[in-house]
T-cell receptor
Framework: KNQVEQSPQSLIILEGKNCTLQCNYTVSPFSNLRWYKQDTGRGPVSLTIMTFSENTKSNGRYTATLDADTKQSSLHITASQLSDSASYICVVSSTSGTYKYIFGTGTRLKVLA | DARVTQTPRHKVTEMGQEVTMRCQPILGHNTVFWYRQTMMQGLELLAYFRNRAPLDDSGMPKDRFSAEMPDATLATLKIQPSEPRDSAVYFC???????????FGEGSRLTVL
C-alpha cells in the first residue's frame, strides 16, 4: 500500500535553532517528492521538489534530502524564524494509479521567540 | 499573479442545507483536485479532474457529494444534504501535468451546525 509517514507530528523550537523533519514513504513506482509549507488558515505552498536522481536541494534556509534506497526524505530548517511556524507536508508522486499524489499527515512546527 | 481562487472562504450552515463551493483553477492548468482537510485526517482526496473529465472520485461520499467542471475555468463541489461531520476545510488545487507541482487555493472553511 502506498503510504507516506512523517515524524514528528509536532515540534516546538526556539527562534534561531535548527530542526529536521522526517518523511518515510512506501510509494512505488516513485516519481518525485515535494515538501509543502502550510501556514495557518492558508493553502499549502511547494517548498522544494526532489527527483530520483537528486539527494540534496536547498531553498534558502530549507534543505531537503532524499535517500531513494531507504525511501526516506528530510527537511532541515536552519536558523529558524517565527515565520517558519507552520505545518510541513511531504507529498510523494507516483507514475501509476489513477491519482498521483500521496500525502503525509504533516509535521506541525512552532517556533518560539 | 496566477493563483487558484476559491469561494466562499468561510461558510456556516445548518444540517440538511445544500452547500456549493467553487474553484477557479490557474489558467492553462488541466488537472484539478478537490481535497478535504481535517485535524485528524490531514488532506484527503475527494475528486480529481483531468481536462475537465472526472478521473477519480472514489474518496467522495457519493450519496451526498458531487463534483463537476462545467468549463475549464470553474470547478464545483456540492454537498446535499450537509451534515455536521462534513465540517472541514476544503481545498482546490490545480496543476499543469501529472505528478507536477500542485497549486492550492486558500480553502473554504465549512462549518455545519
Amino acid at each position: 500500500k502506498n503510504q507516506v509517514e512523517q515524524s514528528p507530528q509536532s515540534l516546538i523550537i526556539l527562534e534561531g535553532k535548527n530542526c529536521t523533519l522526517q518523511c518515510n514513504y512506501t510509494v512505488s513506482p516513485f516519481s518525485n517528492l515535494r515538501w509543502y509549507k502550510q501556514d495557518t488558515g492558508r493553502g499549502p505552498v511547494s517548498l522544494t521538489i526532489m527527483t530520483f536522481s537528486e539527494n540534496t536541494k536547498s531553498n534558502g534556509r530549507y534543505t531537503a534530502t532524499l535517500d531513494a534506497d531507504t525511501k526516506q526524505s528530510s527537511l532541515h530548517i536552519t536558523a529558524s524564524q517565527l515565520s517558519d511556524s507552520a505545518s510541513y507536508i511531504c507529498v510523494v508522486s507516483s507514475t501509476s494509479g489513477t491519482y498521483k499524489y500521496i500525502f503525509g499527515t504533516g509535521t506541525r512546527l512552532k517556533v518560539l521567540a | 499573479d496566477a493563483r487558484v481562487t476559491q469561494t466562499p472562504r468561510h461558510k456556516v450552515t445548518e444540517m440538511g442545507q445544500e452547500v456549493t463551493m467553487r474553484c477557479q483553477p490557474i489558467l492553462g492548468h488541466n488537472t484539478v483536485f478537490w481535497y478535504r482537510q481535517t485535524m485528524m485526517q490531514g488532506l484527503e482526496l475527494l475528486a480529481y479532474f483531468r481536462n475537465r473529465a472526472p478521473l477519480d472520485d472514489s474518496g467522495m461520499p457519493k450519496d451526498r457529494f458531487s463534483a463537476e467542471m462545467p468549463d475549464a475555468t470553474l470547478a464545483t463541489l456540492k454537498i446535499q444534504p450537509s451534515e455536521p461531520r462534513d465540517s472541514a476545510v476544503y481545498f482546490c488545487a490545480s496543476g499543469l501535468r501529472i505528478t507536477g507541482e500542485l497549486f492550492f487555493g486558500e480553502g473554504s472553511r465549512l462549518t455545519v451546525l
